[in-house]
Nanobody
Framework: QVQLVESGGGLVQAGGSLRLSCAAS????????IGWYRQAPGKARELVAA???????NYADSVKGRFTISRADAKDTVYLQMNSLKPEDTAVYYC???????????WGQGTQVTVSS
């Protein structure tokens, strides 16, 4: 079992920055991939950024060049640095961790990010 707790959301003006944190606990050595999804009102949940245990990183096209995902060496905390925020980045951001075998997904409770224009 893996538990995920997000923090760092809030209200920011367009052009501003926020950093989200996700603290993982439990059987963190089993995690193969950890990252962030977001869900805006009326929209489907979408991948924002993810990093594998081997360090491979993937970003959504909409955040490339503005967001940076990073992971603490102990692999127990993952960060999402969000710069040049836009109103369309407004969403609930969820931390997620995946174990490939057996296939298991874990989710945090979500943190609200609101970008005002």
């Amino acid at each position: 079992q893996v538990q995920l707790v997000e923090s760092g959301g809030g209200l920011v003006q367009a052009g501003g920055s926020l950093r989200l944190s996700c603290a993982a606990s439990g059987n963190t050595r089993s995690i193969d991939l950890i990252g962030w999804y977001r869900q805006a009102p009326g929209k489907a949940r979408e991948l924002v950024a993810a990093i594998t245990s081997g360090g491979r990183i993937n970003y959504a096209d909409s955040v490339k060049g503005r967001f940076t995902i990073s992971r603490a060496d102990a692999k127990d905390t993952v960060y999402l640095q969000m710069n040049s925020l836009k109103p369309e980045d407004t969403a609930v951001y969820y931390c997620t961790a995946a174990v490939f075998y057996p296939s298991t997904d874990y989710w945090g409770q979500g943190t609200q990010v609101t970008v005002s224009s």
